[in-house]
């Protein structure tokens, strides 16, 4: 109704301005190149507007003609990124759907379609995870690393790849810059400090450690246990170049850290053995055993009494059982203490609460040799022999990481190198 309304009006007065017009008098006489034209003013008027409507026709026509191919351009673009994307979201669903050829092929069809790696790198690597093309992921990675919002997760991907191919430096250097970006990430520090570790880059390690206290990103006793192992090759480092002074400085600092890491005890009573201090070499034996019995500080205390007669060594041993005097290991080493000093009697007691605690092949060894040294019955010692066959192993260091076993502790393990895992058990 409005629009009627002012099409009425308009209509109107466009009437009324040309009735006007046409009842104005007036001429007009244009005189160009030789040319003379007479006229009335409403004629020329009129002829001005025609002239301008034909202009403005010429002027869409000429804008159709002449924009028609870049319009074209554009209708292509747009149809190829409408394509791109349905290719991305298909390909996505195909991720989703575990289907590894079908995700290939849409990654690459959204790559050409799109051209647009911030766009369709996710889908291109989760294809190439699926495929297992590691030569795809390495460079999707490397591209990931270019930009700024990406940088980490292809620093993180690089990282994943390189520990996937055994190439530990190439794997230290991907987990620095990753950490670098994000402190805090989870994982990241732990992962570059075993990297560290095992290449012997403890200075380094040592500052890994400094950034996951500082953004929390490992547990306290974690960082602790982590810090203590430091301390603990730093030390065992010293010994080898011949520093005993600076090795005992640093195999206390890792107990007074973690205080049942037995081999950073063991290390410093051998050390305060060494430079004549007895008596604090025991206590330091003692206060450990009283938390954490374990053989390799009975083997140190032994080593405390180097010219007691066996007598004297049993009287010796209690010293240090009595502090935990329920440990199965305490009693081993009472036992043969005892069988070393011929009271069989007494080792016969602790073999048999050791047997009845945690039966061993070490046990039923030490029961074969009572046999054999009191009662010379070799019959017997055989049938201690046989059932130490049957028995459970006895305990060792244990990497957690791939179960190797080993008589004796090391910061990495020997097998698959990863560092702090040996526990004994
Ligand atoms: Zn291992």
Redesign the pocket.
Known sequence: MKRLLAFLLATGLVVAGAVWLADQPGEVVIHWQGWRVDTTVPVLLAALVVLLLLLGVAGRLAWLILGAPGRLMRARLAARTRKGYVALSDGLAAVAAGDRRAAARLARKADTLLRDKAVTGLLTVQAAQMSGDAQHLHHYYQTMTERPETAFLGFKGLLELALKQGERSEAREAAARALALQPAADGIAATLYDLQMEAGQLTEAELTLAVARRHSSLPAAELARRRALVSLARAEAAQAAGDTAAALALALDARDVQPDLIPAVSLAAGLYRQAGKDRKAALLLQSAFRATPHPELVTQWAALGGTDTPLERVKRMQRLVETNPASPDGHLALAEAALNAKLWGQARTHLDTARTQRPSPRVFAQLARLERDEKHDEAAALAWLAQATTSGADPAWI?R????AAPVFSVC?P????PG?MEWR
């Open positions: 990497c990481s791939c179960g190797h393990c097998a698959c190198a990863a895992r």
